[in-house]
């Protein structure tokens, strides 16, 4: 099945910004058995590498977003503007989380991941007014005042867009499957950048 523009249109908004001179950016869940197409595509490129699912079957990750989906703690979303999906985006609670063993997690805290899509058309400043948009959803969230990331710490385009996101980079932990670079930023950081830089 490919989910299609107007499919995208009816399902459920988590969160919306008007971006002047893009359109309408949207937030909304990930629906595994509809997505998965799009969702394979992109996991499967090299460019996603450190996505961790080049080598996997459809049918396999179908299965790891369907396990996702079942979770309370962890939440899968595509990121819409004007129609057309340009990321996949994660959060998860990092005390529900392998991470959570590997520094001092607390409740306040969420984690995410972000794959973007395959560029379609260039888009001036992409990265950090996208990621302006998810940390402004983040700490919407009740209780939540610190944003974990945790980067393959060998992916080099990751790490220069955290600290052009203002993320101050905290240790190297080793997870199960890679060796993590840890990020943080506080709602009171955000709060004092109030909009990130090239904005």
Same mark, same amino acid.
């Given at each position: 099945?490919?989910?299609?523009?107007? !499919?995208?249109?009816?399902?459920?908004?988590?969160?919306?910004?008007?971006?002047?001179?893009?359109?309408?950016?949207?937030?909304?869940?990930?629906?595994?058995?509809? !997505?998965?197409?799009?969702?394979?595509?992109?996991?499967?490129?090299?460019?996603?590498?450190?996505?961790?699912?080049?080598?996997?079957?459809?049918? &396999?990750?179908?299965?790891?977003?369907?396990?996702?989906?079942?979770?309370?703690?962890?939440?899968?979303?595509?990121?819409?503007? !004007?129609?057309?999906?340009?990321?996949?985006?994660?959060?998860?609670?990092?005390?529900?989380?392998?991470?959570?063993?590997?520094?001092?997690?607390?409740?306040?805290?969420?984690?995410?991941?972000?794959?973007?899509?395959?560029?379609?058309?260039?888009?001036?400043?992409?990265?950090?007014?996208?990621?302006?948009?998810?940390?402004?959803?983040?700490?919407?969230?009740? @209780?939540?005042?610190?944003?974990?990331?945790?980067?393959?710490?060998?992916?080099?385009?990751?790490?220069?867009?955290? &600290?052009?996101?203002?993320?101050?980079?905290?240790?190297?932990?080793?997870?199960?499957?890679?060796?993590?670079?840890? @990020?943080?930023?506080?709602?009171? !950081?955000?709060?004092?950048?109030?909009?990130?830089?090239?904005?």
């Amino acid at each position: 099945m490919t989910t299609t523009a107007q !499919d995208f249109a009816a399902r459920t908004t988590v969160y919306s910004e008007r971006l002047d001179g893009w359109g309408s950016l949207r937030i909304i869940p990930l629906v595994p058995a509809e !997505d998965i197409g799009l969702i394979h595509e992109w996991v499967s490129q090299p460019r996603a590498r450190f996505w961790g699912m080049t080598e996997k079957s459809r049918e &396999e990750v179908l299965e790891i977003y369907e396990f996702l989906d079942s979770l309370d703690t962890h939440h899968a979303f595509l990121v819409i503007l !004007d129609g057309e999906p340009l990321a996949l985006f994660q959060t998860y609670e990092p005390l529900h989380d392998p991470v959570g063993e590997a520094y001092p997690a607390r409740a306040e805290d969420i984690g995410m991941h972000l794959l973007l899509a395959p560029a379609t058309r260039p888009i001036p400043h992409f990265t950090p007014r996208l990621a302006t948009a998810l940390i402004r959803y983040m700490f919407s969230l009740p @209780g939540k005042d610190r944003i974990i990331v945790e980067p393959d710490s060998r992916n080099a385009k990751a790490l220069r867009r955290l &600290e052009a996101t203002c993320f101050e980079l905290g240790p190297i932990i080793q997870l199960e499957e890679k060796e993590a670079q840890l @990020g943080f930023l506080t709602r009171a !950081d955000f709060e004092d950048i109030q909009e990130l830089p090239a904005r």
